[in-house]
């Protein structure tokens, strides 16, 4: 039996006060995942542990997709397909937190290189939202039909993850989803509240590496010497050109260098210089201008300053690691925030910015045709903390923050009650 928008919405009005009876099975897998975590392509465990619990859930689990992977599928009649994400992967920083369950963890990296390890982006959040919306997706199979596919992806981190798994055959070898769905807990926010962005929600993220070559010597005889830190500072300048001269006011685009290195001691001109850059965009046109220009300035200096094509400066753009933009199709951004909105409350639903940060779910939307695809951010603290550091200037540990420690009961069970209300919603759309 097909139930309609509304008898769904209001059966779905049950959903939060019944996950209060799994509440605290998902707290503690919460402060377990947060207290063991894995390095991007190294997420066996963590795989494994959430692969067991979608398989007594009744999902049909496949592992190792794209390397750590994990495909849940669960079949419930006639209707769309709407696939949910979460990322695995913690980060190598020393946690400082002071809580009890703080990680500890010395993990190995991809080279084999022991690294400490925290979730301090929360990724641990991510994951039990996830095992918390299968939970109440089967509770609630009255009341949908269609196809659910869930996925828990890797190395998110490293914008690596959601290509690995599509190279895998993720649209091949499971249903193909009509649409996707994926969140982000939010250091900015409130737990209890969910933040919407139609549109650009998060930026392409590329990486480039440029070697400036010279010809060193004496630093008392710079005539007879091409100094590559000399030609390394124009190319810093010039750079910031692209965005203010070639990029049109209507458009954003970041261009930072975050590293330069070259030299080792006062009185000796160095004959190389690294320097490495992260850029940012939303569209893609930007993002290739920015690229092509960098090039065209690092070879015009080069040139200009005599330098034989031998000895011209070296831009390597690191295509693998490129993550492309989050496009939140506006029409279902719409259709999700209203399903949320009469979960959670409407006035807990809040109109949000996009940012410049990255986040590779936007790969799965891009393939060709493309998929509507929607990633909401999930406030993560508690709103007192928010209020006090409102009160007196405090700023806030950010993602990434070795001081990032989520609200998690609240964030929790706000994650599961949205990302379920937005699936079911999907799932009726065509009732």
């Known amino acids: 039996m097909r139930f309609s928008k509304k008898m769904a919405a209001a059966l779905l009005a049950t959903t939060l006060l019944s996950t209060g009876a799994h509440a605290e099975d998902l707290n503690k897998l919460y402060r377990y995942l947060h207290a063991n975590p894995e390095l991007s392509l190294m997420e066996t465990k963590t795989a494994s542990l959430l692969a067991g619990k979608l398989k007594k859930l009744g999902f049909e689990v496949t592992e190792h997709v794209g390397g750590t992977g994990v495909v849940a599928v669960m079949k419930n009649g006639v209707g769309p397909t709407v696939m949910i994400r979460a990322d695995m992967d913690g980060l190598p920083v020393v946690e400082q937190t002071g809580v009890a369950y703080a990680s500890s963890a010395i993990a190995p990296n991809r080279d084999g290189i022991e690294k400490p390890a925290m979730h ?50 993720l649209f091949e070898r499971f249903p193909r989803p009509d649409y ?120 015009g200096l080069g040139r200009a300053a005599g330098l034989p094509d031998d000895k011209l400066p070296l831009v390597t753009v690191r295509d693998a690691e490129f993550t492309p933009a989050t496009y ?34 936007g790969a799965y939307g891009r393939v060709d045709p493309k998929i509507p695809s929607f990633l909401f951010w999930l406030g993560a603290v508690d709103p007192d903390v928010i209020a006090a550091a409102k009160k007196d200037g405090t700023i806030l540990p950010s993602l990434h923050s070795p001081f990032f420690a989520p609200d998690y009961q609240p964030t929790i069970e706000t994650g599961v009650a949205a990302m379920t209300a937005a699936a079911i919603d999907l799932m009726n759309a065509k009732s």
Not at 138 to 143: D, F, I, L, Q
Not at 338 to 359: K, R, S, T
Request: with cysteine; proline share 3%; net charge negative.
């Open 120 to 169: 301090a982006c929360g990724h641990d959040i991510h994951m039990t939202v996830h095992i918390g919306t299968a939970e109440r997706m089967v509770a609630e199979k009255a009341n949908w039909s269609g196809t659910l596919v869930m996925i828990l992806q890797p190395a998110e981190e490293l914008g690596l993850g959601a290509g690995m798994m599509l190279d895998d055959g």
């Open 328 to 361: 939140n199709n506006p029409e279902l951004a719409n259709t999700v925030k209203l399903a949320i909105g009469a979960q959670i409350g409407a006035d807990n639903v809040i109109d949000m910015q996009p940012v410049m940060g990255g986040e590779d779910f």
């Open 180 to 299: 996707n769905l994926a969140l982000h807990d939010n250091s900015t926010m409130a737990s209890g509240t969910v933040g919407i962005v139609p549109g650009y929600a998060l930026a392409n993220v590329d990486s480039v590496d440029i070697t400036v070559r010279g010809l060193g010597g004496h630093g008392a005889y710079p005539h007879t010497t091409k100094d590559p830190i000399v030609l390394a500072s124009q190319m810093v300048g010039a750079f910031q050109t692209i965005i203010s001269r070639e990029t049109s006011p209507l458009d954003s685009a970041v261009l930072t260098v975050g590293s330069i290195h070259g030299g080792t001691k006062h009185n000796i001109i160095s004959d190389e210089v690294k320097l490495q850059l992260t850029l940012r965009s939303y569209k893609d046109e930007v993002r290739m201008n920015t690229i092509n220009s960098i090039k065209r300035i690092a070879n």
